[in-house]
């Protein structure tokens, strides 16, 4: 099997977690190569006005012509440095994610905060004065937002859970999601306003989501069935099938098969009638279940 294949092969078997990881991979090294190519062509200026078709602009009008820039961004990378920290965090907190709430979860959550961190970096240039200068070629990009959402709803849903971190040990996950929401995205609120923004944005979805499913109640249940109704698209149609059961041969064989086979389900009915359906073996369990197919 070729690496192609390997790659191909890990992406179908993996779970949502490790398609988001790969995705996001493949759109960064994606970009590389368009970014190459334009270099070698003598037209790497073109390069900023190809990535602007893909992240969300704080410009109104803009937005209203690319509108899909809302979801694009959300998985574009373009140095190594952004997509490594943000891929590590997904990776970290993605997974304690998944044994508390969900795979489903998951991806409604990183879509959910990537929009949520969209729409708000887009409000604040547009509400704000001081971002008025900035606004016509300011441009937002990378899973950030998606992140911080993600680990914001992972430390507020068990605020309790410990990750062991090298050269510290045990610490609860609430103080280091903590810790990451201030570092990355309050301090020096100066550098890379639009990105900090979006981080809160993500930060404030995820807290949200978690909050009310603690308490019952799930305000993504609307957008998980939207997700779902988009999955059927790409799903191949049933065929419909037409099943058969060969008889033997000879009929006195056929009805010796078909008698033995009543008497093992005579068997396991009057099992079920003194000691119920859950004293039955799997392989009773089988049996039956193949049998009822039969009638």
């Known amino acids: 099997m070729s690496v192609i294949d390997e790659i191909k092969e890990s992406f179908r078997k993996g779970t949502i977690l490790h398609k988001l990881i790969y995705f996001n991979l493949g759109i960064f090294l994606t970009m590389q190569i368009v970014r190459i190519v334009l270099l070698l062509s003598n037209s790497s200026d073109t390069f900023s006005t190809f990535l602007d078709y893909l992240a969300v602009p704080a410009n109104l009008e803009v937005l209203a012509r690319r509108p899909w820039t809302l979801f694009t961004y959300m998985f574009l990378h373009v140095d190594f440095i952004h997509i490594l920290f943000n891929l590590l965090w997904l990776y970290w907190f993605g997974t304690v994610f998944i044994q508390e709430l969900g795979l489903k979860k998951l991806l409604s959550i990183y879509l959910l905060g990537g929009l949520a961190g969209g729409l708000l970096f887009v409000l ?7 971002f008025e200068p900035l606004r016509q070629g300011s ?5 950030s937002a998606s992140v911080m959402a993600i680990v914001i709803a992972a430390s507020t ?7 062991h971190l090298v050269f510290i040990g045990p610490v609860k996950i609430v103080y280091i999601a903590l810790v990451m929401f201030i570092f990355t995205s309050l301090v020096d609120f100066s550098v890379n ?3 900090k923004i979006a981080h809160i944005g993500g930060a404030f979805l995820g807290f949200i989501f978690a909050y009310y499913y603690k308490k019952g109640k799930d305000i993504t249940k609307g957008f998980d069935g939207l997700l779902d109704g988009m999955a059927t698209w790409f799903k191949p149609g049933k065929q419909k099938m037409k099943v058969t059961h060969k008889r033997s041969s000879d009929d006195i064989e056929y009805k010796r098969e078909r008698a033995n086979e009543q008497k093992e389900i005579d068997k396991i009915l009057d099992k079920i009638s003194k000691a119920g359906y859950d004293s039955l073996s799997s392989k009773e369990k ?3 279940f193949k049998m009822s197919d039969k009638k």
Do not use: D, K, S
């Open 286 to 288: 089988e049996l039956l």
């Open 157 to 163: 849903f068990n605020p309790e859970r410990r990750m």
């Open 193 to 195: 306003t639009g990105g």
């Open 124 to 130: 604040f240039y547009n509400v704000f004065p001081v």
């Open 139 to 143: 441009v937002a990009m990378g899973a």
